[in-house]
């Protein structure tokens, strides 16, 4: 009995290895030639699933939504698409660890800082290049088809929706303090030193924290970027994203000024959404973590769009710039290929991409990310009226104007913005001197550019 | 009489005891040996996570590297912190803490078993959310607290100053470290030979001395355990850095294992991160050896 037992043991091992096997085998290396370069004679038969991670890009990180525009695509291909939802705690690290794996997923949903300067750099992800027809260069905006490009001409992400990452304000608050009046509501934008004023006068009239320059976390980065790079002009990189250019005399001043002025401290305990959730909350008087996702969000007390916790208004801003107009701070997102290897799969990718981005659906796919859209018309259909229905989508879209370079492109970018965290870190903890601040900046900006 | 097994049944017998190894055997390979031998074979290459460039062996680079990186060796600083402080508090205080319970009725001593048992059966990420908040810088319980008994009239940002950032990881880690410890003391306490004490005491032996003579002893193999356990945890602390400082502010919480997540999976410098564990795993190896060699001699 024993010796029956051992040998069915060892059979059902034999026979469970053989099958993991088996699924591994197909699987070519990640380095093969793309399959997209497979001849047209070989075009492999459909594929009938696949697969697409996606990051909380609005609404596209909703269930119920996501599976609408799915479910409709399946109807109309006979395609089906599995999705699994990421965060930006842990979704790099997933995809990462399912890349080694060699089990990444057929499609991704994210911006071009990873798509196109982080998995498409290092090989990972399919040369898209030829879904850009000439219409399609000519209806998408200009910064985002550029950055949907890498530097040796393959794309790795076609966009789907973009924006401007702004700040948000306690208008009750601007308004009890006084503050309103160095504000202008109707453009949604202030000078530096409407700023300052503004930060003193709130400060003065309440105590605490007026707004918090967050040091940690994975994301938000952004926002303490373009605060520091608008106040008085400086640059992140340089105009061909090959260099790291923080060290900008500008910046350094802006970080001077950031550290000496009242109200404003470095937290390096709290990350962009827990500075989201202190604004939220009515602790924080103004929030540099923002944008329309935020500005559309009726908050986990449900008060409303636009609604602090307890009902506060809050009021959409650009950073403040010396001369009141900002270099805003874009977000692309998009979708790209993973090199899977499979052709069949590769090419309904390719489906999926072009019937959410480029097609009389794009509308439903655009509006689920809370997001505007990346191009002015997809197949014939006008996109500029994507949101003529919204109030707050309709007032945001005088942002858009702003929009500034979008140098996340530039290589190193993971190391940078870490550097970027630990360089504020270090700021808000030393004496504040020109010559401390400025050792800081100029070491983590070193780091970055030598990463 | 003894029956002598023929060679063929031996043999019978021992292609059995195989097969029956045989699974988990091939897990042991497969989920430890060989990533074992590809983390050490890794930390002489430069592997990273770019898929066009092969990993070219560098020989000892990455480990000389290592020397040069201020931010690993505050990293490695750090985490010796952790261990040397937590380590000795942790037995020190679950042995207390056991001596004071274990002799208690049935229902009183489970009571505090699961008092103590509690953070370690809870999800780091919830015990992580709570202290969290206990630690806010804007409306936490402990500048609440302290302001209201007047020994501080300004919040301390405990997460976000490199004064207090270690220590407050460090006393987190204590919490979810000790409820262990406790059960197995208490456990190591009750099958003391009650006899041996109860002759010694007869004999004029103090509590003390009945304790270090007598109990303490026969607990050594427990300590000893809870000692190297102690001490691997500490040596691995990563899901508290990241979850609440991820190494900040300013490194001062950063550990080895939080920055060979980093290097590795933020980075992408396996290489570099395996050459890392490399050194980790021979300080806890270093350090395991020297505790069953004071143990024994005890």
Redesign the interface.
């Known amino acids: 009995m024993k010796k029956i037992l051992a040998l069915v043991m060892a059979l059902c091992m034999i026979f469970a290895l053989a099958a993991c096997g088996q699924q591994a085998a197909p699987a070519p290396a990640a380095n093969d030639a793309p399959a997209a370069e497979a001849p047209a004679a070989e075009a492999p038969a459909g594929a009938t699933e696949i697969s697409l991670w996606t990051y909380p890009i609005g609404k596209w990180g909703d269930e119920a939504t996501v599976k609408a525009l799915t479910d409709a695509f399946t109807a109309e291909t006979g395609i089906a698409v599995k999705v699994e939802y990421l965060t930006y705690a842990d979704g790099d690290d997933k995809v990462n660890t399912a890349i080694t794996a060699k089990q990444a997923p057929d499609l991704v949903m994210e911006g071009p800082e990873r798509l196109v300067s982080n998995w498409g750099a290092n090989g990972y992800m399919v040369d898209i290049s030829d879904l850009f027809d000439d219409t399609d260069k000519s209806e998408i905006n200009a910064a985002a088809l550029a950055a949907c490009f890498a530097p040796n001409g393959a794309a790795y992400e076609y966009p789907l929706v973009m924006t401007a990452h702004c700040m948000g304000i306690n208008y009750n608050a601007f308004v009890e303090a006084g503050a309103d009046q160095y504000i202008n509501k109707d453009t949604h934008t202030w000078t530096t030193e409407q700023f300052f004023q503004a930060v003193q006068a709130l400060y003065d009239h309440f105590g605490g924290t007026v707004g918090a320059v967050y040091c940690t976390g994975q994301g938000g980065d952004q926002g303490t970027r373009a605060l520091v790079n608008n106040l008085y002009g400086g640059t992140f990189t340089n105009d061909e994203h090959t260099a790291y250019t923080w060290d900008d005399p500008l910046n350094i001043k802006a970080l001077k000024a950031l550290y000496d002025q009242d109200g404003i401290d470095f937290d390096a305990s709290i990350v962009g959404g827990d500075e989201i959730a202190n604004f939220y909350n009515g602790i924080f008087k103004m929030a540099f973590c923002w944008n329309i996702a935020q500005q559309l969000n009726p908050n986990s007390a449900d008060t409303g769009a636009g609604l602090t916790l307890n009902g506060d208004e809050i009021v959409f801003m650009a950073f403040p710039s010396e001369d009141g107009t900002a270099k805003l701070q874009g977000g692309i997102w998009g979708f790209g290929i993973f090199d899977n290897g499979d052709p069949a799969r590769i090419d309904a990718a390719k489906q999926f991409i072009k019937y959410m981005c480029d097609s009389e659906h794009t509308v439903d796919a655009v509006r689920a990310s809370n997001f505007f859209a990346a191009r002015s018309a997809a197949e014939g259909t006008d996109l500029s009226g994507v949101w003529a229905d919204n109030e707050i989508m309709n007032e945001y879209t005088k942002l858009m104007p702003m929009l500034g370079d979008y140098y996340q492109v530039t290589t190193n970018w993971a190391g940078a913005r870490a550097a970027w965290w630990n360089m504020l870190q270090q700021v808000g903890g030393s004496d504040g001197s020109e010559a401390a601040i400025s050792a800081a900046v100029a070491d983590f900006c070193g780091q970055a550019n030598n990463g | 009489m003894t029956k002598t097994m023929s060679p063929r049944l031996r043999r019978?017998e021992n292609?059995?005891g195989y097969?029956?190894l045989?699974?988990s055997l091939?897990f042991f390979l497969g989920f430890v040996v060989y990533p074992m031998a590809m983390c050490i074979w890794t930390s002489f290459t430069d592997a990273n996570?770019?898929?066009?460039t092969k990993d070219t062996f560098i020989g000892l680079a990455n480990y000389v590297e290592l020397w040069h990186d201020p931010v690993f060796l505050k990293a490695l600083w750090n985490t010796i912190i952790i261990v040397v402080v937590s380590v000795p508090v942790v037995c020190i205080f679950s042995l207390w803490v056991a001596s004071a319970i274990y002799r208690m009725k049935e229902g009183t001593l489970s009571f505090f078993r699961v008092v103590f048992y509690l953070p370690v059966v809870t999800g780091s990420v919830a015990v992580t959310v709570v202290w969290k908040w206990m630690?806010?810088?804007?409306?936490g319980i402990f500048n609440y607290l302290l302001k209201g008994a007047g020994v501080i009239d300004k919040n301390i940002?405990?997460?976000?100053?490199?004064k207090y950032?270690l220590g407050c990881i460090i006393l987190i880690l204590l919490t979810t470290s000790v409820g262990q410890p406790i059960v197995l003391y208490v456990s190591a306490l009750s099958n003391v030979d009650s006899s041996l004490v109860e002759a010694a005491e007869v004999d004029g032996a103090n509590n003390t001395q009945a304790f270090w003579r007598i109990k303490w002893p026969q607990i050594m193999p427990t300590t000893l355990y809870i000692l190297i356990i102690t001490t691997i945890n500490s040596f691995q602390c990563f899901a508290l850095i990241q979850l609440l400082?991820?190494g900040?502010?300013?490194?001062a919480t950063e550990t080895v294992m939080y920055y060979i997540y980093?290097t590795a999976?933020?980075?992408?410098r396996f290489g570099y991160g395996n050459a890392m564990g490399v050194i980790l795993a021979i300080f806890i190896a270093a350090l395991s050896a020297v505790q069953f060699r004071l143990a024994k001699e005890d």
């Open positions: 019978h292609i059995s097969l029956f045989l699974p091939v996570m770019n898929s066009n630690y806010n810088n804007y409306y940002n405990w997460l976000g100053d490199p950032a400082t991820s900040g502010p300013n490194y980093y999976f933020k980075l992408y």
